[in-house]
Structure formats: structure tokens, C-alpha cells
């Protein structure tokens, strides 16, 4: 049986975004097929062929994408003995390429995201924004294979990266796994965390990045009728500039709403509870800039919720706009940032969307009933696996 070595910063119970969701259910459906190994970063893992990394004790206090690239020479010498390597994000392109030529093997990049294209994270890492620059760039140019996430994804290489033959760049789905991700009616987390179902409610759930968009969505929130709720499952900051602006722009909105109007929970909260917390919303938003498709506004709508989401990067590839939610408008800056060159257009049209539908319930529940259909057909994980296992034999 083929075997094949997945290099990933995050595997649960370490997960923080979308590509550590992405490795969970990619690494399930793909062991019948394959004989996979993961290779992590973090505290040891119990999972059987699973085996985590941490960060060598002689990088300790050094610059965090310096220590990155200590875990990928290690996590290189442990991919001895596979058939192909297929390296995930920045974090694990490095891995990925030092493995090929060490062991001869070929490689293989799924883009979750382009360093390119989030330059702001250069306040983030400092100068080692440009080592996680290095990383990505030689992974990328140097791959037997890449797939990218969405069609938005496989334009947004070819940009960043012109050398790379367009006839390597192919495109495979994220996923969703409509049995965790399915409408969970009940209420006891619904009543901790103090949402009034009488209320309709906007819901966002994110990490607090410049991507995410969230200063915009609570400018936004301002011009929404009275009476909804606004949910943040919002937390884990970048930076400290970031976290101060989003709680200024928070605590701003709670002075003009009612005491109850802004809810905001900076805990990452299990899976369950995001589940029914999103299955109780009127309308789900994402109003991020950039954005390689989102798997989060899957997980919305497979819990029958509509969706609001910026009309950018793979987000049109998933949310059907006028049947599973509304697509916002957004001009971007030619940057990388993806900065709107109108910042209070972009700010005004979420906010006309999201009233749209609060304002009218049923066409909400509509889109949510659609929103799960599109769902289970078109992004099951069993297809996704199937999917790569046709690019690694492509390169074999």
C-alpha cells in the first residue's frame, strides 16, 4: 500500500484554523486508501502514526519561524521510509521540500493561505516574516504537486508564484463532515452564554487576524436593527495591535446598543457548542478580506444557517449567492493586503445584507435549508480523499 507522510503544524487536539481542520478529516478518509502518517508540531500525540514534534530546546527565545524550521529538519528526518510527502501551509513546506531531496521522494503542497498575500503578518513575526516567506516560496516552486483549495486559490499561486507550470496547480475542495456539522436544536449552551432566542442574531466565528475582517464587521454592526444580537466566537489575536482594535470597535458598539446587544466569547469553545450556537443564528457572517475558500461558512451552512460573506478568494466557489447567503461586494487594493479601496462601502454593503436577511426570517431559513443541501453534495470528505490520492499518483 502507498505510503504517504502528511507534514502539518496543526493536528488535533492542537488545531487553530481551517488547515488544522482540513488534516483532521483528510487524514481520516484517506487511511483507506493509503498508509498515512501525520507528522505534527506540539505535545505528543497518542493517535497510532501520529508523531509530534517540538520545537528544539537549543532554539529556545529564538524567532518563532527560526524555531519553525528547527521542527521541519526534524520532522525531515522522520519521514524516512515514505513513498511521497504532502506538506501543509508555511509551517510544513519546509519539511516538505527538505524531505524530497533527502529521501528522493516527491512533494506534494496543499495552499491553505499565501504568505504573499497576508503581508500584514510582517508585524506579527517580525523579520522572520521573511523566513516563513522562504519557507512557503521554495516549498511551493519546488513541488512535484500543488493543490490548491479553490479555484480563487489556484489564481492566487499562479500570481504570487509565476514560475510555477499552471499544469502542476490543481484544485481540491476543504470539506465538511455533515454528521458533526448538522443542526443541533438544543439550548443549554444557547442559555450560558446568554443569547436570547427571541432575538435575531448575527453570529461570526473566527480567530482575530487582519484577514478575518472583524474591524469591519462591527462598524458594520452599528447600522443593524435594534433588536438583533451580535455573537463573536472570536479570540486567539495575532497581534496586540489587532486584539486592542477589535475591543475598541467592541466596547464602542456596546455604548450604542442595548447592554445585552454584543455578546463576545474569546475562548475557543468545543466543537458541540459552536455547532449549536450556529444553528440558532439568523444569519452567520464572514466578512473576510482574503480568504482561500472558508471553511467556515460550510460549517454554517451545514447547520442550515445563511450565510453573509465577502465575495472574495474561494468564497464564491462555496456560497451560493442568492440561494445559500449573499455575497458582498468588496474592490480590493492591488497589495496583497486585500485592504477595500472603500472602506465605508464595503462596511455599508455588509450591513445591508445582513439587515436583508434579518429582516426577512424565512428567506433565511431558506438559504439554510439550501445551504446544507449544497453541503452533503458537493464537499464530502470521502470525495476530498479520493481527490488527492489522484494527484499523488499523478507525480508517482
Known amino acids: 500500500m502507498l505510503r504517504v507522510d502528511l507534514i502539518t503544524r ?20 484517506l487511511r483507506s486508501l493509503a498508509d498515512v502518517r501525520v507528522h505534527c508540531f506540539g505535545a505528543p500525540r497518542t ?19 527560526l524555531r519553525t524550521m528547527g ?5 525531515a528526518a522522520g519521514t524516512e521510509g ?11 513546506n519546509f519539511a516538505g521540500h527538505t524531505s524530497k531531496l533527502l529521501h528522493g521522494v516527491p512533494h506534494v503542497v496543499t495552499t491553505h493561505s499565501l504568505e504573499p498575500l497576508r503581508p500584514w503578518k510582517a508585524e506579527q513575526l517580525g523579520g522572520g516574516y521573511a523566513l516563513s516567506s522562504f519557507c512557503e ?23 504570487a508564484y509565476p514560475s510555477v507550470d499552471p499544469a502542476k496547480v490543481q484544485v481540491v475542495y476543504n470539506g465538511i463532515d455533515t454528521e458533526i456539522y448538522q443542526p443541533n436544536r438544543g439550548t443549554d449552551v444557547i442559555e450560558r452564554l446568554g443569547i436570547d432566542l427571541s432575538r435575531p442574531s448575527v453570529v461570526f466565528v473566527g480567530r482575530i487576524t487582519r484577514q478575518k475582517g472583524l474591524p469591519y464587521l462591527l462598524r458594520a454592526c452599528r447600522s443593524l436593527p435594534a433588536e438583533t444580537q451580535i455573537v463573536l466566537l472570536a479570540g486567539a489575536p495575532d497581534t496586540k495591535e489587532i486584539a486592542a482594535e477589535v475591543e475598541g470597535l467592541a466596547n464602542e458598539l456596546r455604548e450604542v446598543r442595548d447592554a445585552k446587544g454584543v455578546i463576545w466569547v474569546q475562548e475557543m469553545l468545543p466543537k458541540h457548542e459552536v455547532v449549536q450556537v450556529l444553528t440558532h443564528a439568523t444569519v452567520f457572517v464572514c466578512p473576510s478580506i482574503y480568504e482561500p475558500m472558508g471553511i467556515v461558512n460550510l460549517e454554517a451552512m451545514a447547520c442550515e444557517t445563511a450565510v453573509v460573506a465577502t465575495a472574495t478568494g474561494g468564497i464564491p466557489e462555496v456560497v451560493s449567492d442568492g440561494e445559500t447567503g449573499i455575497l458582498v461586494p468588496i474592490e480590493q487594493v492591488d497589495d496583497g493586503t486585500g485592504t477595500p479601496i472603500d472602506p465605508e462601502q464595503f462596511v455599508a454593503d455588509l450591513a445591508t445584507a445582513m439587515t436583508q436577511l434579518i429582516e426577512d426570517p424565512q428567506r433565511a431559513a431558506q438559504m439554510g435549508l439550501a445551504g446544507r443541501r449544497r453541503a452533503i453534495e458537493h464537499f464530502s470528505w470521502s470525495h476530498i480523499a479520493e481527490e488527492t490520492l489522484k494527484v499523488y499518483r499523478s507525480v508517482l
Open 47 to 65: 493517535e497510532p502514526g501520529v508523531t509530534a514534534y517540538p520545537e528544539p530546546a537549543e532554539l529556545a527565545g529564538a524567532n518563532a519561524a
Open 10 to 29: 496543526e493536528y488535533p487536539p492542537e488545531v487553530y484554523g481551517g488547515a488544522g481542520v482540513h488534516l483532521e478529516y483528510l487524514t481520516r478518509d
Open 137 to 159: 516560496r521554495v516549498g511551493i516552486e519546488n513541488a512535484d504537486a500543488i493543490i490548491a483549495v479553490s479555484g480563487g486559490m489556484r489564481r492566487d499561486v499562479l500570481a
Open 82 to 92: 515514505t513513498d511521497i510527502v504532502h506538506s501543509h501551509t508555511w509551517y510544513a
Open 71 to 75: 521542527v521541519d529538519l526534524e520532522i
